[in-house]
């Protein structure tokens, strides 16, 4: 053994020389990277240090040296590829350089004594994620990612191949102080100041994978602390260590009882039963040599020699040992190697060689004969004793038998063309247009796959399996089965090379967009809290847009309709010391809306400039007579005013809002329906209907009308002393007048549906054809939270104030409050339901508020569907169709009304970095998808539950949840293989036997969930039970079939 202590190789200033914290070098050998306190990291040649003793030795000494950070640099590590250097520093900025194959630009630095450059590192990235300094690095064994952690208690993974932020690990409660990776690339280890090693365990991402592929990766895997329990804070590292076999962490900076040791953790169970003690202080460092060591020459005849692992120590006692795991004691001990703590170590890779650097500004290097630390074993020995950990496996299991792989392949094999289609539907294609144009190829009835390859309803699959189109048996006889790599790509250059021209005439080449399909994983929403801007509907979206609930009929104030209640919570008593809080008062106007809901999604809403001098106001003759019912309820609406003219409008049979009978005779096709309102309480009113400024009927009501509706099935208008009064389209009265416990407040029709909304809260539906009540009167007490208001002795408090009360074409209620929730009221379970809350938006990773309408989440998640093969009405939208992504998007609306979203997401924010809350996003997610589909299926809507359903397969799915998996598909077979048993109760919903759930076919459903999870290796046991059952497992014959049915379904869908 012999050291190295070159006068040159330091990090010199014009009056000190420099600390130096970080050292590495790379897997070539022939670099050395150091970091210092200049804030400059310098690569040196590791030939010339060797060499430094030799005289004439004429190469260059210092290969190059970067000053792109503003501060102390703590960390600096080469890529395993060798392509990429990292540094991270207290200006919480990691730098990525790449060596550029020019020569460098300039000779030397002005001003400076600096030698010149001889290679050419360039600054790659800058990674800003940090709130405070870095203080480590590391790099996973196949460069996949790069891990950093520092002083604001983070670990942060970036990719390493995008360098794009993957996941931020907030589960440290301290300082964090060092990294290291297992080199079977299965685990990487954090070590920190709360006295803690968290060990994280991992799927080496794809290449392309974004943060929102990461939901389940990174797992803490547990959390190590009994030989740190007393362990100083004074060190300014805890560089760690995994041992070239995989089998052993060294940890720095532990102690066994009053003295400072070296703890090492034995893989698997997580413990440390072994204690490296001499050094007489803490200790910063520890570095296992990257080779396993033969303690006998295996070049000598019987040689019986076992394999070891070499580990270097040093800290702030200025000694450096050796250690091996064959002896109980140091092999060397080299002590006041510097005059200062040692910060860092690194070996070269031939195992050998010790690069060590301290606080003093000195790179010491210690290399050792051959045979002193023993004798260096072969690469395929390390390899062979990390085969027991997987290290050449990927963490996705393997394909149990031949039925798995065909449904792997079938699940995958819409990636072929998923993203030429993906583009295509991205930058704007109808469907028309991108089946046109695959003339050469296998029409695709333009659908698209989704981000992870599953095929959906219409995607083309591999063999001619289909879920609902394929392409006709003549046009593959035609054609080749599938497209040349030629045509592919001029297609594919096509969608880059798409020209259009902007307003000003200008030609400009529209952006493609790269999705991040193939990432193997999951692809999420972005969860914030924005409003989106307006889009032109595209002709697949058209369909969407139809939202089946009743157009409000009569404007509504701003902030919604007051409500107070007398709750039925009893008060807590107050204490003495504490004050009793002042009950709620209710502002006079609502908030100011800064956005609008349209039908295009949220979009900002217009501005009102402030009014001045006289403020026009509406002609209102009185207040409404309130009924003595209300000083005895326990909910209080607020009772519209009485007007002296109501004026609606029927375009074409669509009920317009509340206008003047100027607006609403400008289309002389309108009915109009007038009610005029007498200045007199006692006098009658007049209620009249016109078309073209002929009267068509006329008639006369005792009491003041409050509120009016209609449709081109019948009119309604409701009085002050609670009466609904009907007539026909040509006048005929329908019903006799309904009497009601109060005064009317809302008043909604859809078709042969009548809404009516009281002032104690009580909600009555009628249909007007039948002649009869949905069900008995509802309270909205419930969904104004009764439940949680205190009854207070200062009279009734202020609660939600209801903004909108709908039909859907079922008779359902649909009402919507101040406070962003949605509720529906469920005819046979005879309750609310709450569709739509804040919670959602918080925590959950599929809240997209830039747009939840159907066709944005499709081309997010699973691609839009096929028709049914059931014949339905072309005239009627679809059962429920938009009432959720509606919902949700007045919950956004309302978020940021009221200015609460930036608060509660800060909370969130907090409650995530706690211990135990590591899986709430994914927890919340699920649940999420959960609530949707449970209100689809409730509501009836059809495309709302098809698209929540593959959403929620392909999220169980790639979580992993068997039991929720194995559920979810025994539920869809329902029908398909159970025939109806006697003698027990009909189920519905999930638990019919019918063959249709939703308006689907069950068989079709359970296809698409099963092509979904069938790329889930971990799975397969499961699906390909129902794979075979579906006939995508077997070979030629059923693949025949397959294209048969699939041609039928593009035949409809022509038809």
Same mark, same amino acid.
């Given at each position: ?30 670099? *050395? !990277?150091?970091?210092?306190? %200049?804030?400059?990291?310098? +690569?040196?040649?590791? #030939? =010339?240090?060797?060499? /430094? @003793? ?30 990429? *250097? !990292?540094?991270?520093?207290? %200006?919480?900025?990691?730098? +990525?350089?790449?060596? #550029? =194959?020019?020569?460098? /630009? @300039? ?949």
């Amino acid at each position: 053994m012999y050291i190295i202590k070159p006068s040159w190789l330091r990090h010199s200033g014009e009056q000190k020389d420099f600390e130096v914290y970080s050292c590495h070098v790379s897997q070539d050998g022939k670099r *050395l !990277a150091t970091a210092g306190g %200049d804030g400059h990291v310098r +690569i040196w040649s590791t #030939d =010339s240090i060797y060499n /430094s @003793h030799v005289d004439g030795y004429s190469a260059p000494r210092q290969l190059c040296h970067m000053s792109h950070h503003l501060g102390t640099i703590h960390s600096v590590r080469f890529s395993p590829n060798n392509r990429y *250097l !990292a540094s991270g520093a207290d %200006d919480r900025v990691i730098c +990525i350089y790449q060596l #550029d =194959s020019n020569p460098p /630009s @300039h000779a030397t630095t002005f001003g400076t004594n600096e030698p010149p450059p001889i290679e050419n590192w360039k600054t790659h990235k800058r990674l800003v994620g940090h709130d405070s300094d870095v203080q480590d690095l590391a790099w996973s064994y196949d460069n996949s990612i790069l891990v950093s952690v520092g002083l604001d208690s983070k670990v942060v993974v970036w990719s390493g191949h995008t360098f794009e932020k993957l996941k931020t690990l907030a589960v440290h409660q301290s300082h964090v102080k060092g990294i290291t990776f297992d080199p079977a690339n299965k685990f990487f280890a954090t070590a920190g100041d709360d006295r803690t090693i968290k060990i994280f365990r991992f799927t080496p991402p794809a290449p392309n994978a974004t943060a929102h592929d990461m939901v389940n990766n990174f797992v803490l895997e547990t959390t190590i602390s009994a030989p740190f329990k007393s362990s100083p804070l004074t060190t300014y590292f805890r560089r760690c260590s995994w041992s070239p076999d995989g089998n052993h962490i060294a940890a720095a900076n532990a102690v066994n009882g009053p003295v400072s040791s070296v703890a090492i953790i034995e893989r698997s169970r997580w413990d440390s039963q072994i204690n490296l003690i001499g050094h007489e202080g803490p200790t910063e460092a520890c570095m296992f040599s990257p080779r396993l060591f033969h303690t006998s020459n295996p070049a000598e005849k019987g040689a019986t020699g076992s394999l070891v692992t070499v580990i270097a120590s040093a800290g702030q006692d200025k000694t450096l040992s050796i250690w091996n795991t064959n002896t109980s004691r140091p092999v060397v001990i080299v002590q006041d190697v510097a005059s200062k703590s040692i910060s860092d170590l690194a070996w070269a890779p031939d195992g050998q060689t010790l690069f060590a650097c301290s606080l003093d500004g000195n790179i010491v290097v210690v290399r050792f004969e051959v045979g002193e630390l023993g004798w260096v074993a072969t690469a395929e020995e390390n390899d062979k004793a990390l085969e027991k950990y997987g290290v050449a496996r990927k963490g996705m299991g393997t394909a149990e038998d031949v039925d798995g792989l065909h449904l792997e392949n079938h699940s995958k094999a819409g990636e072929l063309r998923g993203a030429e289609s993906r583009m295509g539907a991205l930058m704007g294609d109808s469907p028309s247009a991108a089946t046109s144009k695959s003339d050469t190829a296998a029409a695709t009835n333009g659908t698209k796959s989704t981000k992870n390859g599953e095929a959906k309803n219409g995607d083309v699959v591999k063999n001619g399996e289909t879920n609902g189109s394929s392409e006709p048996k003549s046009k593959e006889k035609e054609t080749p089965a599938a497209e040349s790599a030629d045509k592919a790509a001029e297609r594919i250059n096509e969608l880059k090379s798409r020209v259009q021209v902007t307003k000003d005439g200008r030609k400009r080449v529209a952006p493609l967009l790269v999705s991040s399909s193939g990432t193997g994983l999951l692809s999420l929403p972005q969860s914030q809290l924005v409003g989106a801007k307006s889009k032109t509907a595209t002709q697949s979206e058209t369909p969407q847009t139809i939202i089946d609930l009743s157009k409000p009929s009569h404007g509504l104030p701003k902030g919604g309709i007051a409500a107070l209640l007398l709750g039925t919570k009893r008060k807590a008593v107050v204490l003495d010391g504490e004050e009793e809080d002042e009950p709620n008062k209710r502002l006079a106007t609502g908030p100011i809306p800064i956005m609008a809901d349209t039908s295009d999604g949220l979009e900002p809403a217009t501005l009102t400039a402030p009014a001045h001098g006289v403020v026009p106001t509406p002609e209102f003759l009185r207040s409404a007579v309130v009924s003595p019912a209300v000083s005895f309820s326990q909910v209080r609406l607020a009772v519209p005013k009485i007007r002296s003219h109501i004026v609606r409008a029927l375009e074409k049979g669509v009920l317009q809002g509340e206008s003047t009978l100027e607006e609403a005779s400008k289309i002389p096709e309108n009915t109009i329906l007038e009610a005029k309102n007498p200045a007199r309480p006692r006098e009658p009113s007049h209620i009249t209907a016109t078309k073209r400024g002929a009267l068509l009927w006329q008639d006369y009501l005792p009491r003041a009308i409050i509120l009016l509706t209609g449709n081109k099935n019948f009119w309604a208008a409701a009085c002050e002393d609670g009466t609904l009064h009907t007539w026909t389209p040509a006048g005929r009265r329908l019903l006799n007048g309904i009497i009601l416990e109060s005064q009317p407040i809302i008043l909604e029709s859809r078709d042969h549906w009548l809404l009516c909304v009281t002032s104690v809260g009580m909600c009555h539906v009628f249909n007007i054809k039948t002649m009869s009540a949905a069900h008995p009167p509802v309270s909205l007490a419930p969904v104004l939270d009764l439940a949680i208001t205190s009854l207070s002795p200062d009279g009734p408090t202020a609660a939600p104030g209801v903004t909108s009360a709908h039909l859907n074409s079922l008779g359902t209620i649909v009402v919507t409050l101040s406070n962003g929730d949605g509720f529906y009221y469920s005819p046979t379970l005879f309750t609310w339901q709450r569709l739509s809350e804040s919670w959602w938006a918080l925590g959950s990773q599929y809240w997209n508020s830039n747009d939840s309408s159907l066709t944005a989440l499709s081309s997010t998640a699973v691609g839009p569907s096929t028709p049914s093969k059931q014949p339905t009405s072309s005239d009627k939208p679809d059962i429920s169709a938009g009432i959720i992504p509606h919902l949700e998007r007045h919950t956004t609306t309302e978020f940021l009304v009221k200015g609460r979203a930036y608060t509660l997401q800060r909370l969130i924010k907090q409650l995530l970095a706690k211990d135990g809350f590591e899986g709430f996003e994914s927890v919340v997610s699920v649940a999420h998808l959960e609530n949707r589909m449970a209100g689809a299926l409730a509501l009836g809507a059809k495309e709302e539950f098809r698209l929540y359903l593959f959403m929620y397969a392909k999220r169980i799915g790639a979580e992993g949840l068997r039991s929720k998996v194995e559920e979810l598909l025994n539920t869809l077979v329902g029908g398909v293989l159970k025939d109806g048993e006697r003698g027990e109760e009909k189920g519905r919903g999930w638990f019919s036997k019918e063959d249709v759930l939703c308006g689907w076919e069950r068989r079709e459903l359970l296809k698409g969930v099963v092509l979904i999870l069938g790329k889930f290796r971990d799975l397969q046991r499961t699906t390909v039970q129902y794979a075979r059952i579906l006939g995508l497992t077997s070979g030629d014959d059923d693949d025949k079939e397959g294209e048969e049915e699939g041609t039928n379904g593009v035949e409809e869908m022509e038809e």
